[in-house]
């Protein structure tokens, strides 16, 4: 304990001075591991000391190693019992954190076993029994199937991990989340790692961790910097031909290109096989086996691009990959975070260009907005910007003329004196509302005791209807016209 006081009062900067085994030194200096990242200097601490935490962190930011580094150190070898479960939301993350925590407690005589869908049962039944991991990494779905089949000890788990929490909620887990943490013991700590925190991570995180401490590590200001991010608008049509010039003139090492269905993955592939032999590609329909084999072929530096799903490529720690291509705009404006965070990792720059065609230029506009940054235009030898389609021209020209339609206030019985709210959770909020888009959504003015909002165009009533029973970072409150 004083140990660990002392750590967080002197600011000690490298590895070697944790009060960590010897074993896991000795990993990490395998791995390469000297200083802490900023995330680990956070949390390893905390972790050591019991806490509960929610961490607001993206991949890139060293979030395996936080909590891998900290568990690994706390966890009983000579008990022969899982002792540490991580659900994580893709079966290559799952594969991928397995590892990581291999790699840093395998001279501790660490036992770690990772549990997803597509692969048989039996054989991860069998691993579970024979083996006996003192760690399991899982998606929450397999993990659920081994638990109602009484597969898996669960009276030892100290320590419960939910990562990329966001994303879990996102592909629907939710359900299974809940039924997994009910199952598990109650006196244990659970730590919870996502990129962003969404009312619903929140309402997570109120319902099962106790008293725990917000860490927030700002990686999109540290990552993003070191990640040149620019647009093309081009033609629906000709947007093949383009990407492949863009290719040609970009030349990189190596790349990921981001699609937003599988059956464009597939197409894109057939094109690219002709063009080269340097690209494959992976998408939530493939077979297990061939999805690990391309992703551990592109690892090892034998394809120079990979063709991929988010699904696919979430939480994938590939080195050095020097541009990220989104062969369209994404639907979910933090999977572009996500999707771009792929490069620009650790201590290197990357270049990170969306392809947006007309039809997509209105959500592109949405995500700057989100972002809070214009993303600059890199036109080549296509129109700079896109004709757009007369819905979307009526739409963005009212909204630069400031000439919306009708305006109404809506008010909330949240100000400055009674509430901590900011302006970025008014606008999360309503945005988040169904037939809602941020051109409906005008001002924020936040006095003492209210906030109002400028709702545009007739769209109060839906915002005043969908709050009165949503809430607010976890509070509900009285909201009506203003
Ligand atoms: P993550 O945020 O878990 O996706 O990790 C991002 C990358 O950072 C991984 O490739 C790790 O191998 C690497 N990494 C983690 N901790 C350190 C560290 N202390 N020093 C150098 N690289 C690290």
Redesign the pocket.
Known sequence: MNEIKELQETNIEKFKDYPLDSSIKRALSE???????EV?AKVIPMILEGKDLIVKSQ???????AFAISLCQKIDVELESPQVLVLSPTRELTEQVKQDIYDIGKYKGLKCCALYGKQPMEQQRKELKQNTPHVIVATPGRMMDHILNKNVKLHDIKYLVIDEADEMLIMGFKEQLEAIIKKIPKDRVTLLFSATIPDEVHFLSQEYLRNPENIEIEPQVSNLEKIEQIYYAVDGLKKVDFIKKVIEREHPRKAIMFCNTQEQVTNLFEIFRKWGNFTCAVHGGMDQQMRTEKLTAFKRGEYKMLIATDVAAR?L?V?GITHVINYGVPFEHEQYVHRIGRTG??DQHGIAITMVIPSEMARFHDLETFLGYKIPCKGGHVDRRPKVDSTQKKGRERYKAGNRGQKALVQFNAGRSNSSLKTSDFLAAIRHVNGICNENIGKVDIRESVTNVEIFDGKEDIVIKALKTKKIKGKLYRVKRG
Request: glycine share 20%; proline share 5%; no cysteine.
């Open positions: 791995l390469g591991f000297k200083q802490p990242l680990q991949t890139g930011s060293g979030k395996t190693a939480g720690h080195q990792r650790v």
